[in-house]
């Protein structure tokens, strides 16, 4: 909540860090060490990092709107009240029973240890059983480093020739 | 009782709206980036609780053999594996275009950006007009 009001960006931006941070450590007792270890290197290290560069580069205060903002919060309660009605049919938390343990998880956790021979069943479903996936994450992480570099690159690019430019119309001042 | 039951999906609830009302509600570019982030986050919770089984641990077989041991759901896991990292690409990209938007009009408030393109326009309508 104080990430929302605060209007001090650096504040918010290392709180959003240790909200990640704590986020991790929730998914630790929830039995997701793996996911725990990305969230804390990835959530908490790397886009806390990936901010503060942009605030660097950008502005560190946020200015403070007068308007008041009624049509957003109305929109928020809406869906959340229909998010909490389509929730209320879910399986219940901790449930054995639910059907996401029915139907493919069982098989992946009797035999991928045999078929595969990784301790870690999240390791062998992420490069073994969806392999694929992983592949298409890889070519979604490429395409946003091309897209950055196109996007920071471009500036230096534009400012090397705004000079060349700059030099390039001297240059004909000085010879005439 | 009912109610404890879906207490994760009502923490879900919260995050998300919280990370939605800043999305929409909020004029800054970067607050907006960290809205989306825990928006993203939320959902992750969603899918880690689904995936736990009470008395569980996590999906790692033991070394000294896994008799009767109750292991959480691992395909949750693993979606978010992914998720996580996609989100970071996405994270960076938003990152990189406020970066151009604040070298272009040198501004990350979005009432602002759009003073400043109204003013353009205005102008290049005036000057159309005038020649």
Redesign the interface.
């Known amino acids: 909540?104080a990430?929302?009001r605060m209007h001090n960006?650096f504040a918010?931006?290392m709180l959003?860090g240790i909200?990640?941070l704590l986020?991790a450590s929730?998914?630790v007792i929830?039995?997701?060490?793996?996911?725990a270890f990305?969230?804390a290197a990835?959530?908490a290290g790397?886009?806390t990092v990936?901010?503060l560069?942009?605030?660097s580069?950008?502005?560190s205060r946020?200015?403070i709107?007068v308007r008041p903002?009624i049509i957003?919060?109305i929109?928020?309660?809406a869906?959340?009240a229909m998010?909490?009605y389509g929730?209320?049919g879910?399986p219940?938390?901790?449930?054995?029973n639910?059907p996401?343990?029915q139907h493919?998880?069982p098989r992946?956790?009797n035999v991928s240890?045999v078929e595969i021979g990784v301790?870690?069943?999240?390791t062998s479903?992420?490069a073994s059983y969806?392999g694929y996936?992983?592949l298409g994450?890889l070519t979604?992480?490429f395409?946003?480093?091309v897209?950055?570099l196109l996007?920071?690159g471009?500036?230096r690019r534009s400012k090397k020739a705004n000079e060349t430019e700059d030099s390039a119309s001297k240059e004909p001042e000085v010879s005439t | 009782m009912?109610w404890l039951?879906?207490?994760?999906?009502?923490i879900?609830?919260?995050l998300?709206?919280?990370g939605?009302?800043?999305v929409?509600?909020?004029?800054?570019l970067?607050?907006k980036?960290?809205?989306l982030?825990?928006f993203q986050?939320s959902v992750?919770?969603l899918y880690?609780?689904?995936?736990?089984?009470?008395g569980?641990?996590?999906?790692?077989?033991?070394?000294g053999g896994?008799e009767g041991v109750?292991?959480?759901?691992?395909?949750?896991?693993?979606l978010?594996?992914?998720a996580?990292?996609?989100?970071?690409?996405?994270?960076?990209?938003g990152?990189?275009?406020?970066?151009?938007i604040?070298?272009a009009y040198d501004?990350?408030?979005e009432d602002?950006i759009q003073d400043i393109e109204e003013n353009a326009n205005t102008l290049e309508n005036s000057g159309g007009q005038a020649s």
């Open positions: 909540m990430i929302v960006l918010a931006v959003a909200y990640s986020m929730i998914f929830l039995d997701a060490v793996d996911v990305t969230e990835v959530g790397i886009s990936l901010m560069g942009t605030l580069l950008t502005k946020e200015k709107h903002s957003p919060l929109v928020v309660v869906t959340g998010l909490l929730a209320s879910m219940e938390f901790n449930d054995p639910a996401v343990h493919v998880a992946y956790i240890p301790p870690n069943m999240v479903v992420l969806r996936d992983t994450e979604v992480i395409t946003a480093g897209g950055v996007l920071l471009r500036r | 009912a039951g879906h207490f994760n999906y009502w879900f609830v919260f998300m709206m919280a939605f009302y800043t929409i509600a909020r004029g800054n970067i607050k980036i960290v809205g982030n825990i986050t992750f919770l880690i609780t689904m995936g736990k089984v009470s569980g641990t996590a999906p790692i077989v033991p070394e896994s109750v292991y959480s759901n691992p395909i949750p896991h693993v978010i594996l992914t996580i990292v996609v989100g970071v690409a996405t994270t960076a990209l990152l990189a275009l406020i970066v151009r604040h070298e501004t990350i408030e602002e």
